[in-house]
């Protein structure tokens, strides 16, 4: 087992941002909700408290018993982390006079502090805070002030306890990573050897130790999580391995013959099937966005059942498929369990849960501990096809969530048209690989045209292109005029059932990535 950080999350929305940030120094961490503390092992080299929306102030401000963890650990907190353990420590947290949120330069740094070497004076730093630490225990040392913030860092003397009230994770603090290496490397005293080579080493160890000579079935999308679970399941137990890619007809243009290609040329044992009839039948009159998916997630399964059950016929008498594999990755773990209760649902997701009683199999996810961009470095390093490997991440559910209203294979056909069309435009002009995720989104509207002399009463779809790291938060793409003049133009003279064609520029949040 790799030697880790624990982050114990107080609700913050920057706190996958540290786990991110600790990751980048080749240290593994995993984040737990502060009510459901992991075991802590001799793994465990160091804990972070996180930011929180909370006030130490307000009655049902997260609890905790740090002093368990201040005994055993070296302990960071950051912001409502840092003013709990002074709180908690006899020190005292007000509102702040001024609300101080965004940049700040610090004014005085204690740079022989084991936290805050190499971080200079007037670094600038990210506050996001309503209360402040306005006095502190004795045994508390201030290492760090801004103009406004005295107590800006702090050292608890005698023992590895600190405290800041700034967000180092946040690219904003322009040492921010400094400190955390100091913290995490320094004081905690990790290795750094946390890489995309000893996770795959490690994690086809303790595949073939977990899995031994039993059979896998896996569900293969074409996308990266999959194909990388299903590469490193494949290096741990062979032809033991059995990939099932099913076409719900809501795939991208040519993707399914696409997608089959490339799997058997990597050596995969897959069986491809063929079910859109079945998909369209049921979607069919529905326009509900979460009704679809709960269709799309029941309709899947029963495919994927009666495939297992085929599977099952082929292997020799008594011997048993006894595993599901899943290209589960961090964020969808992270997002399904809630730092107070269930968290509000968004949209339900694929991946997570949903499994019927009646597939009585185990699951296996080999990718539960990564994020998306560390799932694309270990696929590097089993060289996975980079075609592959730099895909847009693109729903489970497919071109459903992007057909706003009920699904029909003409909106199918028009909406896959003007995709294709969309994505050979942004290869060619090498715009791509800068977009983390595009799509096109058919509109359940129609808009009134001209072409030639006759007036057309037609489709309107709109072109979405984030910019993001995982999926999290992010931005639109400021892509060229030209270049979705080009875009709008071709899909219009193109694709029958389009006149008229328009550009997302909405941001998560408030918007999400997709519409539905």
Same mark, same amino acid.
């Given at each position: 087992?790799?030697?880790?950080?624990?982050?114990? @999350?107080?609700?913050?929305? +920057?706190?996958?941002?540290?786990?991110?940030?600790?990751?980048?120094?080749?240290?593994?961490?995993?984040?737990?909700?502060?009510?459901?503390?992991?075991?802590? $092992?001799?793994?465990?080299?160091?804990?972070?408290?996180?930011?929180?929306? +909370?006030?130490?102030?307000?009655?049902?401000?997260?609890?905790?018993?740090?002093?368990? %963890?201040?005994?055993?650990?070296?302990?960071?907190?950051?912001?409502?982390?840092?003013?709990?353990?002074?709180?908690?420590?006899?020190?005292?947290?007000?509102?702040?006079?001024?609300?101080?949120?965004?940049?700040?330069?610090?004014?005085?740094?204690?740079?022989?502090?084991?936290?805050?070497?190499?971080?200079?004076?007037?670094?600038?730093?990210?506050?996001?805070?309503? @209360?402040? &630490?306005?006095?502190?225990?004795?045994?508390?040392?201030?290492?760090?002030?801004?103009?406004?913030?005295?107590?800006?860092? +702090?050292?608890?003397?005698?023992?590895?306890?600190?405290?800041?009230?700034?967000?180092?994770?946040?690219?904003?603090?322009?040492?921010?990573?400094?400190?955390?290496?100091?913290?995490?490397?320094?004081?905690? #005293?990790?290795?750094?050897?946390?890489?995309?080579?000893?996770?795959?080493?490690?994690?086809?160890?303790?595949?073939?130790?977990?899995?031994?000579? /039993?059979?896998?079935?896996?569900?293969?999308?074409? #996308?990266?999580?999959?194909?990388?679970?299903?590469?490193?399941?494949?290096?741990?137990?062979?032809?033991?391995?059995?990939? %099932?890619?099913?076409?719900?007809?809501?795939?991208?243009?040519?993707?399914?013959?696409?997608?089959? $290609?490339?799997?058997?040329?990597?050596?995969?044992?897959?069986?491809?099937?063929?079910?859109? $009839?079945?998909?369209?039948?049921?979607?069919?009159?529905?326009?509900?966005?979460?009704?679809?998916?709960?269709?799309?997630?029941?309709?899947?399964?029963?495919?994927?059942?009666?495939?297992?059950?085929?599977?099952?016929?082929?292997?020799?008498? #008594?011997?048993?498929?006894?595993?599901?594999?899943?290209?589960? %990755?961090?964020? @969808?773990?992270?997002?399904?369990?809630?730092? *107070?209760?269930?968290?509000?649902?968004?949209?339900?997701?694929?991946?997570?849960?949903?499994?019927?009683?009646?597939?009585?199999?185990?699951?296996?996810?080999?990718?539960?501990?990564?994020?998306?961009?560390?799932?694309?470095?270990?696929?590097?390093?089993?060289?996975?096809?980079?075609?592959?490997?730099?895909?847009?991440?693109?729903?489970?559910?497919?071109?459903?969530?992007?057909?706003?209203?009920?699904?029909?294979? @003409?909106?199918?056909?028009?909406?896959?048209?003007?995709?294709?069309?969309? &994505?050979?435009?942004?290869?060619?002009?090498?715009?791509?690989?800068?977009?983390?995720?595009?799509?096109?989104?058919?509109?359940?509207?129609?808009?009134?045209?001209?072409?030639?002399?006759?007036?057309?009463?037609?489709?309107?779809?709109?072109?979405?292109?984030?910019?993001?790291?995982?999926?999290?938060?992010?931005?639109?793409?400021?892509?060229?005029? /030209?270049?979705?003049?080009?875009?709008?133009?071709? &899909?219009?003279?193109?694709? *029958?059932?389009?006149?008229?064609?328009? +550009?997302?520029?909405?941001?998560?949040?408030?918007?999400?990535?997709?519409?539905?």
């Amino acid at each position: 087992m790799p030697e880790k950080i624990i982050i114990l @999350d107080f609700g913050s929305q +920057y706190t996958q941002l540290i786990a991110r940030r600790v990751r980048e120094l080749s240290v593994y961490c995993e984040i737990h909700p502060f009510n459901h503390l992991p075991e802590f $092992d001799e793994t465990v080299k160091g804990v972070i408290f996180s930011g929180s929306p +909370y006030s130490v102030r307000q009655e049902d401000a997260p609890q905790i018993d740090f002093k368990s %963890i201040q005994d055993r650990f070296p302990l960071l907190g950051v912001c409502y982390g840092a003013q709990y353990i002074a709180q908690q420590s006899g020190g005292e947290v007000l509102p702040s006079e001024i609300r101080e949120y965004g940049r700040a330069n610090l004014q005085f740094v204690d740079d022989a502090n084991p936290l805050l070497v190499g971080v200079p004076t007037q670094s600038q730093v990210w506050m996001s805070h309503g @209360d402040t &630490i306005k006095d502190v225990p004795a045994n508390f040392k201030i290492i760090a002030s801004t103009d406004k913030v005295r107590v800006a860092a +702090y050292q608890v003397e005698g023992t590895q306890t600190f405290g800041i009230q700034f967000h180092p994770e946040v690219t904003h603090s322009t040492d921010g990573q400094v400190l955390l290496k100091n913290f995490v490397v320094d004081i905690c #005293g990790c290795e750094q050897d946390w890489t995309a080579d000893a996770f795959v080493e490690t994690t086809v160890a303790d595949l073939k130790k977990q899995l031994g000579n /039993d059979h896998v079935i896996l569900a293969l999308s074409g #996308g990266v999580d999959s194909t990388v679970a299903g590469v490193l399941l494949h290096q741990a137990i062979g032809k033991n391995l059995h990939c %099932i890619f099913v076409d719900h007809g809501l795939l991208r243009k040519d993707e399914y013959e696409q997608v089959l $290609d490339s799997y058997k040329n990597m050596g995969l044992n897959i069986k491809g099937i063929n079910a859109k $009839d079945l998909f369209y039948g049921r979607l069919a009159g529905i326009s509900e966005p979460e009704q679809k998916r709960k269709i799309i997630g029941a309709s899947f399964i029963d495919v994927f059942d009666e495939a297992a059950k085929e599977i099952q016929k082929e292997l020799p008498e #008594g011997v048993e498929a006894k595993w599901l594999g899943q290209g589960t %990755i961090y964020p @969808d773990i992270i997002e399904s369990i809630s730092v *107070k209760g269930p968290s509000a649902t968004i949209k339900s997701h694929h991946n997570v849960g949903g499994l019927p009683d009646f597939m009585k199999l185990k699951v296996v996810e080999p990718l539960k501990t990564l994020f998306k961009d560390e799932v694309r470095k270990v696929g590097k390093t089993l060289n996975v096809d980079p075609a592959i490997l730099g895909r847009h991440p693109f729903p489970g559910p497919g071109l459903a969530i992007r057909i706003l209203g009920d699904i029909t294979p @003409d909106r199918v056909r028009i909406l896959q048209e003007a995709d294709d069309i969309y &994505i050979r435009n942004l290869k060619e002009s090498g715009w791509y690989d800068k977009v983390w995720q595009a799509g096109t989104i058919f509109l359940p509207v129609k808009s009134v045209g001209v072409m030639g002399d006759e007036r057309t009463y037609e489709h309107v779809v709109s072109l979405r292109a984030v910019g993001s790291l995982d999926g999290m938060t992010a931005d639109w793409i400021h892509l060229p005029y /030209d270049l979705l003049a080009k875009i709008s133009n071709e &899909i219009i003279n193109h694709v *029958k059932g389009i006149n008229r064609v328009v +550009y997302d520029i909405s941001s998560k949040p408030p918007a999400t990535i997709e519409w539905e």
